[in-house]
């Protein structure tokens, strides 16, 4: 029990610092700073899909399999051009929103709940306006998807 209570003061004082721990999960549809950059997890519903703040993000990166159905549930990494991770975290949601400022970024992630699903990565620089959809295809068949959805729309 004093494990218990102790893990969870410690994920909450790492939100609070602004650093989430690679094990702690994003709270959904609530943006956080993460070492300096404004980083949201969010998922498909029609509430999530169309609320008027993500707009102002200009990286979506999604989650989806080879049918265009939606995964929810990832350990992201993200590093700058040179390598570096910048953060680390894990999102329950389909969709994580960056607001990056310009550069190069490498985008990697992995399934939590399906670890043969395998590591899928991406490089991307943020638009000058609008918003980029960076989608990690992982190979796993409709049988096996976790969450399916609306197909993900054509790019921005």
Not at 31 to 44: A, E, H, R, W, Y
Not at 61 to 67: C, D, H, K, T
Not at 105 to 121: C, D, E, P
Not at 125 to 146: C, D, M, T
């Amino acid at each position: 029990m004093r494990l218990t209570i102790f893990a969870a003061a410690l994920a909450s004082a790492a939100m609070i610092s602004g650093t989430a721990m690679a094990d702690t999960p994003m709270p959904m549809d609530s943006p956080i700073m993460i070492d300096g950059i404004s980083t949201v997890c969010t998922g498909i519903g029609d509430g999530a899909q169309n609320d008027a703040r993500w707009a102002s993000y200009p990286i979506r990166i999604e989650f989806s399999n080879r049918a265009a159905q939606y995964l929810s549930g990832a350990h992201v990494v993200l590093s700058n051009a040179s390598g570096k991770a910048l953060s680390a975290f894990d999102c329950a949601g389909a969709w994580v929103l960056l607001k990056v400022p310009a550069g190069n970024y490498k985008v990697t992630a992995n399934l939590l709940w399906n670890q043969g699903g395998g590591v899928r990565s991406a490089t991307f620089s943020p638009p000058e306006s609008g918003q980029k959809r960076v989608v990690l295809q992982f190979p796993i068949g409709e049988a096996a998807a976790k969450t399916t959805a609306t197909a993900p729309s054509g790019t921005h």
